[in-house]
């Protein structure tokens, strides 16, 4: 992990799919509550998958979920400033995906990013997902997120990239985006 203040953001190397073709943003304290709230069994994938509990999630801010996720390492950005990971002044880059318009809430003040298998199991999984998986610290409350893809001029060469780019918001904001948008990346 590197962080970097001066850019405002926050890098991981190495990200994984888990074999399965979505990333998953959330809250996990959140998600609990919601696993709760709705009474819903331990296996969320389930449950995400075959009702519309899982369309509740994402409308609510609970999960922000990216599908077209393939099987590659991926370097994961977490910006809170204006300056994108994919603007050529700041790294050499390669944009090919850009998504606007999604909204998660925070009420632990951390996210993280993980898999979805960790779905299958919870919230056994969440110690894997505190142990082992991509956060970032920030303070509660909603925040508008715009997600990028691509590849990144990275020290050992081109690598598949995404970027988590979060605006705080005062209150809930919409759901603009298109939650089926895929975010497959070209190699080149």
Not at 13 to 18: G, K, P
Not at 95 to 101: I, K
Not at 151 to 164: C, D, K, Y
């Amino acid at each position: 992990m590197e962080r970097n203040s001066s850019l405002g953001y926050k890098r991981y190397a190495e990200c994984l799919n888990d074999l399965m073709d979505y990333f998953i943003l959330a809250d996990i304290e959140l998600l609990t509550q919601f696993q709760q709230t709705h009474d819903l069994s331990y296996d969320l994938l389930t449950e995400f998958t075959t009702t519309d509990s899982g369309d509740t999630a994402v409308r609510d801010g609970v999960i922000l979920p990216l599908a077209g996720i393939e099987n590659h390492p991926y370097t994961v950005y977490f910006t809170l400033d204006a300056a994108s990971v994919f603007d050529s002044e700041i790294k050499q880059s390669d944009l090919q995906r850009h998504q606007s318009g999604y909204l998660v809430q925070v009420i632990s003040q951390r996210l993280y990013l993980f898999t979805m298998p960790i779905l299958r199991r919870w919230p056994n999984f969440m110690t894997v997902v505190t142990a082992h998986k991509p956060f970032i610290d920030v303070d509660n409350g909603w925040y508008q997120v715009t997600v990028r893809a691509g590849e990144t001029l990275q020290e050992s060469g081109w690598e598949p990239t995404i970027e988590f780019h979060l605006c705080p918001q005062d209150t809930k904001p919409e759901l603009l985006a298109d939650t089926s948008y895929r975010f497959q990346i070209t190699r080149a």
